[in-house]
């Protein structure tokens, strides 16, 4: 399984942006699909974006992320990137990333391999 660690999680204001960052040392991370997730107190986790394998030509987003947020991966460096634009109040959660052989989508058990998370609080 790839080890991920996530970053960039931070407390913003509302109408601020974050980049996260996820990093693995994994060297096949190309054949991989990475996902964001998210989960705030309270709730079950989320999907909120996938980005395909290789040169992610092929990337979903929940409704709520559409818009707002992108999702991008460089595989030079290993690292899938997860930009949040106009962050709003309920976007306070604590985001993972995750990775899957498989097509990347919104159902979680698809993804083998999960991050420890990093917590982005939203103030209003």
């Known amino acids: 399984q790839a080890h991920l660690v996530e970053s960039g999680g931070r407390l913003v204001q509302a109408g601020a942006s974050l980049r996260l960052s996820c990093a693995t040392s994994?060297?096949?991370?190309?054949?991989?699909?990475m996902g964001w997730f998210r989960q705030s107190p309270g709730k079950e986790r989320e999907s909120v974006a996938g980005?395909?394998?290789?040169?992610?030509?092929?990337?979903t987003y929940a409704d709520f992320a559409t818009g707002r947020f992108t999702i991008s991966r460089d595989n030079a460096k290993n690292t899938v990137y997860h930009q949040l634009n106009s962050l709003k109040h309920e976007d306070a959660a604590v985001y993972y990333c995750?990775?899957?052989?498989?097509?990347?989508?919104?159902?979680?058990?698809?993804?083998?391999?999960w991050g420890q998370g990093t917590q982005v609080t939203v103030s209003s």
């Open positions: 994994e060297r096949t991370f190309s054949n991989y699909g």
């Open positions: 995750a990775a899957t052989p498989l097509s990347p989508g919104p159902q979680d058990h698809v993804y083998r391999s």
């Open positions: 980005i395909s394998n290789w040169s992610g030509s092929r990337t």
